[in-house]
């Protein structure tokens, strides 16, 4: 089984920047795509990015050119990068995990809450 612990969540300001960290434990080996799930009050969870052990990266259109994912293979860490921060960006983001031989995501972490607001 594989643990994901997500850290960095805040309150930042239009405009600004946040970073989030998703640390991964356990079967690590058995994880072939990472990604950043988000949910805001009254919505579904999206996919707002995935990165594979191939680093081939998907994005989800709305944060093209101001956030980035990666990983640290040697931490085993996720990160995402959110620059330009917007009031629409506000939601808890959730880490997630595909293992081999699973069809989507299926092991998240607890979320952390992201709040865009002047």
């Known amino acids: 089984q594989v643990q994901l612990v997500e850290s960095g969540g805040g309150l930042v300001q239009p405009g600004g920047s946040l970073r989030l960290s998703c640390a991964a434990s356990?079967?690590?080996?058995?994880?072939?795509?990472m990604g950043w799930y988000r949910q805001a009050p009254g919505k579904e969870r999206e996919l707002v990015a995935r990165?594979?052990?191939?680093?081939?990266?998907y994005y989800v259109d709305s944060v093209k050119g101001r956030f980035a994912i990666s990983r640290d293979n040697a931490k085993n860490t996720l990160y995402l990068q959110m620059n330009s921060l917007k009031p629409d960006d506000t939601a808890v983001y959730y880490c997630?995990?595909?293992?081999?031989?699973?069809?989507?995501?299926?092991?998240w972490g607890q979320g952390t809450q992201v709040t865009v607001s002047p």
């Open positions: 997630a995990a595909r293992v081999y031989g699973d069809p989507s995501f299926g092991l």
């Open positions: 356990g079967s690590i080996g058995s994880v072939i795509a």
């Open positions: 990165i594979t052990d191939g680093a081939t990266t």
